[in-house]
């Protein structure tokens, strides 16, 4: 049985450019208590079936974590 506690990097730059500027953007620095800040060095990785992207406020610097949550109604719409 696999250890599905571990964490499976991906790659972020795989991402269209606008997915991965909105994504760098649209932030929430726990430290700053502010959104939008904006976050350097993105990590994305897979975690107990569920998406993240990882970086540090482009700001104070400290750890921001942005779950990525898939809306496949949006890739539906005409």
């Not at 990097?9 to 502010?34: G, H």
């Not at 107990?48 to 890739?75: H, Q």
């Amino acid at each position: 049985m696999s250890d599905t506690k571990e964490r499976i990097q991906k790659d972020f730059y795989a991402r269209d450019i606008e997915e991965q500027e909105s994504f760098l953007a649209n932030t929430w620095c726990n430290q700053c208590q502010q959104i939008d800040l904006g976050m350097i060095e993105p990590i994305e990785y897979e975690f107990m079936g569920r998406l993240f992207i990882e970086g540090k406020c482009a700001v104070c610097g400290e750890p921001s974590i942005t779950e990525v949550i898939e809306d496949d109604e949006d890739d539906e719409q005409v």
